[in-house]
Every structure is written in structure tokens, then in C-alpha cells.
């Protein structure tokens, strides 16, 4: 049985509103960006905490408040839906296939997408925060298929590198660059 997996960000959700996060943060735009993805995989990976991650980037001590609404203003930023990718996904569903989704996110964001009903649908969700390993790392890849017993994925992500990591597992990788892209090609297969 063929699995499709899909990333979550720039794939499931539309581009980022980092936006509210910026205004909260009072920092410029590009400092906030360089400083929101400097440490971002260890975040990912569960290396960092909540609070040490938005210490660091902040270049601060945050108290548990401020912490509490960071990770939401993070969790609602990458929360608007791809909507021709939500048709895709449902679509597939509709016809029996199993789907899942393989994401870079701390377990606290992790935690916020899984509430969103369009996320709660898709019947296996693996998450490097809970998992301690990130994409592109073969490890997470091999953990996938270990978990769904088979190496016939299926795995979509607007990363090439990401697409080169399930490659070198195994597994079929395809760049995502749009749904009406997808779309064609799953039909394809």
C-alpha cells in the first residue's frame, strides 16, 4: 500500500504570516527572521525548549506569559490552509489512500496544529519535536517507514533537501512548487 506524506508548512499551510510575531517582538524584520530561523532546527528537534528558544532568539529572558503567546502567535502564523493542497489531501482520502504528514515543529507548535480540523483528519502525523530528529536527516525518514511498515511513500516538501533525504531512505521524494504541480503529478502514479 502506497502512503502519501505531506510537510506542513508551504505545503498543507500557505506561506507564514510571521507578521503578529514581529509586531510582538518589536524587533526589526530582517533581524527577526535571521534570529527566528538561527536556532530553528534545534527547536525542531527538541533541544531546545520554549523558553530557551524564544530567549535566544529575542537575545532575552521571556517569563512563562510572554512564552505562552509567542508559541501561540507561532502556531497561528503558519495556520492558514493551502487550499488546493487541502482538495488534494481530501481527495486522496475520499479514495482510500493513506496519507500522513512528516513535519519539522517543536511539540509545542506540534501540539496547536494537531486542534486544526484539516490536520486532525490525516490519520498518521509525525513531528520532529516528539520524534528528536529533523528533516533532512535520514534517521526521521527511516523512522517513518519503520512506523507505517513500508518503504513505499510517497513524501511531498517545498525543500529540495528534504526531497533529497527521503530519496536517500527510500523513499519517493517529490518537490512540491504548487497544488495544480501535485496534482499532476500524483495522477501519474
Same mark, same amino acid.
Do not use: C, Q
Given at each position: 500500500m502506497t502512503w502519501i506524506v505531506f510537510?506542513?508548512?508551504?505545503v498543507i499551510s500557505a506561506d507564514a504570516d510571521l507578521w503578529p510575531l514581529i509586531g510582538h517582538t518589536g524587533l526589526e524584520p530582517e533581524r527577526f527572521h535571521e534570529a527566528y530561523w538561527r536556532r530553528r532546527l534545534d527547536y525542531d528537534r527538541g533541544?531546545?525548549?520554549?523558553?530557551?528558544?524564544?530567549?535566544?532568539?529575542l537575545d532575552r529572558d521571556v517569563d512563562d506569559d510572554e512564552v505562552e503567546r509567542l508559541v501561540e502567535l507561532d502556531i497561528a502564523a503558519w495556520s492558514t490552509p493551502n487550499e488546493g493542497t487541502l482538495a488534494i489531501l481530501r481527495e486522496l482520502q475520499e479514495r482510500g489512500t493513506s496519507v500522513g504528514l512528516l513535519s519539522n515543529a517543536p511539540a509545542s507548535t506540534a501540539d496547536g496544529w494537531d486542534r486544526l480540523?484539516?490536520?486532525?483528519?490525516?490519520?498518521?502525523?509525525?513531528?520532529? &519535536?516528539?520524534?528528536?530528529? =529533523?528533516?533532512? *536527516?535520514?534517521?526521521?525518514?527511516?523512522?517513518?517507514? %519503520?512506523?507505517? &511498515?513500508?518503504?513505499?511513500? =510517497?513524501?511531498? *516538501?517545498?525543500?529540495?533537501?528534504?526531497?533529497?533525504? %527521503?530519496n536517500r531512505a527510500g523513499l519517493t521524494g517529490v518537490l512540491f512548487t504548487g497544488a495544480d504541480q501535485l496534482r499532476e503529478h500524483l495522477s501519474l502514479m
Open positions: 510537510d506542513y508548512g508551504n533541544d531546545l525548549d520554549s523558553w530557551e528558544y524564544w530567549s535566544h532568539t480540523p484539516w490536520i486532525a483528519a490525516i490519520e498518521r502525523r509525525f513531528y520532529s &519535536g516528539r520524534l528528536g530528529m =529533523v528533516k533532512p *536527516d535520514l534517521e526521521i525518514f527511516e523512522h517513518v517507514a %519503520a512506523e507505517l &511498515g513500508t518503504k513505499d511513500i =510517497v513524501f511531498i *516538501d517545498d525543500r529540495a533537501d528534504n526531497v533529497e533525504g %527521503a
